[in-house]
């Protein structure tokens, strides 16, 4: 059977076999493969069966997918050949198939594209864990906002006595 060897951040080998439906690569847990790594999107890339063997399609991925080193098109489709190097942003592993046609990676004609436009977005709830920063926390400091009120109000008081200064001194 076809499979996909994955190189995991930490060195672990995953060998991950090819079946005849659509499999979801990406960060969410909601992936057919889910690789825990920050530079992979949540939905990064599908393989599926299709054309001679297997078809790579990138879901619009922020850091990439790569064939051999070569960045994919979002949205496009990649017949895959055996032995190819995939890239899920930092993510590095192999296609393996059995019983695949030889070949380098290539575009299928425009045709056979079959990316559609969805019909609504939703905002995940866990979006800030693709930062790789910290969420700045918005804490109210009672003692910094009166400091800080305090310290307008001697300052206009300050322009308002300077202002009287100079009204006296060019009235004399």
Not at 113 to 134: Q, R, Y
Request: hydrophobic share 40%.
């Amino acid at each position: 059977m076809p499979n996909l060897k994955i190189s995991l951040p930490d060195g672990t080998p995953l060998d991950v076999e090819l079946t005849d439906e659509v499999l979801g690569i990406g960060r969410g847990t909601d992936n057919t493969i889910p690789l825990d790594d920050p530079s992979v999107s949540g939905h990064h890339a599908v393989i599926s069966p299709g054309g001679e063997g297997y078809i790579l399609k990138d879901l619009g991925s922020t850091n990439a997918t790569c064939i051999n080193g070569k960045e994919c098109i979002a949205g496009a489709e990649y017949q895959l050949s055996p032995g190819d190097r995939l890239r899920f942003g930092k993510i590095e592993s192999v296609f393996d198939p059995e019983h695949a046609v030889g070949g380098e990676a290539r575009e299928l004609p425009e045709d056979k594209h079959t990316a559609k436009v969805a019909k609504s977005s939703v905002k995940p709830s866990n979006f800030m864990n693709a930062s790789p920063f910290e969420k700045r926390s918005e804490r109210k400091d009672p003692a910094g906002t009166a400091i800080m009120g305090f310290a307008a109000l001697v300052l206009v008081a300050a322009v308002v006595v300077l202002g009287l200064v100079f009204a006296m001194s060019a009235g004399s």
